[in-house]
C-alpha cells in the first residue's frame, strides 16, 4: 500500500549546487513552492551559493546531513559523480524518502543497484529555460506513489510545464526538449543574421526574431492548434510567405531540421 506524499512543507535536499540545482532552488523559492528554510543544497565548495543564501536557503557540504532531514532528495550532480554520491548517502536514503534525479543518461535500475533499496525514484529531464520558470521537463519513475508523482508534477509544474514519459523515451526527451533549446536558438540567430541583411540593427533583429517564436510558440501552446493551421493564416496565394517558405525546403530545412534530431538521438541513444 503506497504511502501518502502530502504536497506541502516537504523539506528537500538538492544535492549538486551547480546550474541546475540552483535554479531549481531558486524557483522553488521565488513561486512560493517552498520556504527558502525548508530547502537544503549542497555542494562541495559553497561559495558560489551567496545568492541563495541571502534568500534564505540553507547550504552546506554535508550531503549525508542533508539527505538526513529531508523528504525529498533531488540529485543534480553530473552523470560521473553519481555512483560515488549514492554511496555516500545511501544509508540515509531510506524507503519513505522520494529520490528524484535530473542527471542525464543515468538509468533508475543502475541507481536502484547502488542503493540496494526500494526507495521511490523519479527522474526528471527539465531544460536550461528552467531558470526563468519556463522549463519542458519529462518525468518518468519507478515505485512512485500517485501522491508522489502529484507532488513531482506540482514541484516542475512551479518551473516550466511537465510531461510523464517512459523511461525509454528519456533519451529522446533530452533530445527534443534540452538540445531542443540549442536548436531553437540557432533558428533564432539565423533570422536575426537575416533582418541585418534586410536592414535593421542588431538589438532591433533580435527583439522581433526572439518575441516573434516565442509569440509562435504561444499561438500552439495556448490554441492547441497544428502549426500548419497557423502557417495557412499567414501564407497569401502568390505572397511573400509562401515564396520563403518553399525557397526554405528547396534548400532542405524541415529535412535538416529532422536529420539533426535523429543524428543527436543516436548520438545518445542506447536501443
Ligand atoms: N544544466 C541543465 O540545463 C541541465 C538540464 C538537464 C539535466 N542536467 C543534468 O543536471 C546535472 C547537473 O548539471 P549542471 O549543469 O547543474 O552541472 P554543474 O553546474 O557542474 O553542477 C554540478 C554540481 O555538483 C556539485 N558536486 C560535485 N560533487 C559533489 C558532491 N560530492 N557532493 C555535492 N555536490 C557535488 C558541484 O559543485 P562542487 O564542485 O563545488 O562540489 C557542481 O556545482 C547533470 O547531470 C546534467 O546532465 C542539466
Redesign the pocket.
Known sequence: MPHQFFTMGKKIAI???????SAIAEGLVDTGFSEAADIVI????VSTLGRLQQKGVRTGSD?NDAVKSADVVIL????F?VA??LAGIKNELVPGKLLIS???GVLISEMDSILQSPVACVRA????AIAIGESMTCVCSRNASASELEYVNDLFGKLGKVVTIDEKLMEAATVLA?CGTAYAMRFIRANIQGGIEIGFDAATASLIAAQTVKGAADLLLRKGTHPEQEIDKVTTPKGCTIAGLNEMEHQGFSSSLIRGVVTSYKKIARD
Open positions: 544535492i549538486g549546487g551547480g546550474n541546475l540545482g549542497t555542494k562541495r565548495n550531503n543534480a550532480v553530473k552523470p559523480q560515488e554520491v535530473v542527471v542525464t529531464m527539465p531544460n536550461t534540452a
